[in-house]
């Protein structure tokens, strides 16, 4: 039985970081994703491994991995950082050519809202 394709758990071949294939990370090791889904974030460590696999796009695509024994919780949501986010999501709604709320995330390809992006296509 041949042996995977990234398996290098020493990791000679990675610099130093312990690397393993898709779907095949030891217990107790996280993406910053399964972190957050647990209430956990990384804590300030370092990634202590990485999984990798094949890109469909070439090459090869790596993800960090952190130890769940050095999580900490994530920090709360304070009011001011609530009103920080509301402002941010805000700006991201408003239309800087009408200054309406578009309802929506602006597309940043077009920088204005669907609205005002069509009135200038059919002004062009």
């Known amino acids: 039985m041949s042996r995977?394709?990234?398996w290098d758990p020493a990791g000679?071949?990675?610099g130093g970081t312990?690397?393993?294939?898709?779907?095949m990370a030891p217990a107790g090791?996280?993406?910053r994703?399964?972190?957050?889904?647990?209430?956990?974030r990384p804590g300030g460590q370092d990634p202590a491994?990485?999984?990798?696999?094949?890109?469909r796009y070439g090459g090869t695509r790596p993800a960090y991995l952190y130890r769940l024994a050095l999580a900490k919780p994530v920090r709360p949501m304070t009011p001011a950082k609530?009103?920080?986010?509301?402002?941010?999501n805000q700006a991201r709604r408003t239309c800087p050519t009408c200054q309406r709320d578009a309802g929506y995330v602006l597309p940043t390809h077009l920088g204005t809202c669907l609205t005002c992006a069509d009135h200038t296509a059919l002004a062009a």
């Open 4 to 6: 995977p394709r990234h």
């Open 12 to 14: 000679d071949h990675h």
């Open 18 to 23: 312990p690397t393993y294939p898709w779907r």
């Open 29 to 31: 090791y996280f993406t």
């Open 33 to 40: 994703r399964q972190l957050r889904a647990k209430g956990l």
């Open 49 to 55: 491994a990485q999984i990798m696999w094949r890109s």
């Open 82 to 88: 609530a009103a920080a986010l509301a402002k941010a």
